[in-house]
């Protein structure tokens, strides 16, 4: 996963309130989380797997204490969320431990909305 900060965000993603739309054309991820963060572990460990099977889609990871000023951003309230964009689809926002094969399903939802 890539470790992105809010300088960088920020130049790749137009974000309005709830809703962000990619610049770029390649579908994302972006995971939020924090060190302390138990269920935020068992995400990581979930997302480094999907990342595998989806190199189609970029993987970002935010952590939370280092970079709040993009959780103030995204108005992210719980951890672990993580925010699916792509440049033509709408935000789709998971919260709390969501298992591996949701996660998927909305990735695929995600690349079949990008193809159309």
């Given at each position: 996963m890539?470790?992105?900060?809010?300088?960088?965000?920020?130049?790749?993603?137009e974000?309005?309130?709830?809703?962000?739309?990619?610049?770029?054309?390649?579908?994302?991820?972006?995971?939020?989380?924090?060190?302390?963060?138990?269920p935020?572990?068992?995400?990581?460990?979930?997302?480094t797997?999907?990342?595998?099977?989806?190199?189609?889609?970029?993987?970002?990871?935010?952590?939370?204490?280092?970079?709040?000023?993009?959780?103030?951003?995204?108005?992210?309230?719980?951890?672990?969320?993580?925010?699916?964009?792509?440049k033509?689809?709408?935000?789709?926002?998971?919260?709390?431990?969501?298992?591996?094969v949701?996660?998927?399903?909305?990735?695929?939802?995600?690349?079949i909305?990008?193809?159309?």
């Open positions: 890539i470790k992105i900060t809010t300088k960088d965000l920020l130049k790749n993603f974000i309005d309130g709830q809703e962000c739309s990619y610049k770029n054309n390649i579908p994302c991820i972006i995971d939020f989380h924090a060190t302390w963060c138990k935020c572990k068992t995400i990581e460990k979930i997302l797997k999907l990342e595998k099977q989806n190199i189609d889609i970029i993987f970002y990871s935010i952590d939370i204490e280092e970079e709040y000023e993009l959780a103030e951003i995204f108005s992210i309230k719980n951890l672990p969320t993580m925010i699916l964009c792509s033509n689809t709408d935000t789709i926002r998971l919260h709390g431990t969501v298992g591996e949701k996660i998927q399903s909305e990735l695929n939802q995600l690349k909305k990008e193809i159309v």
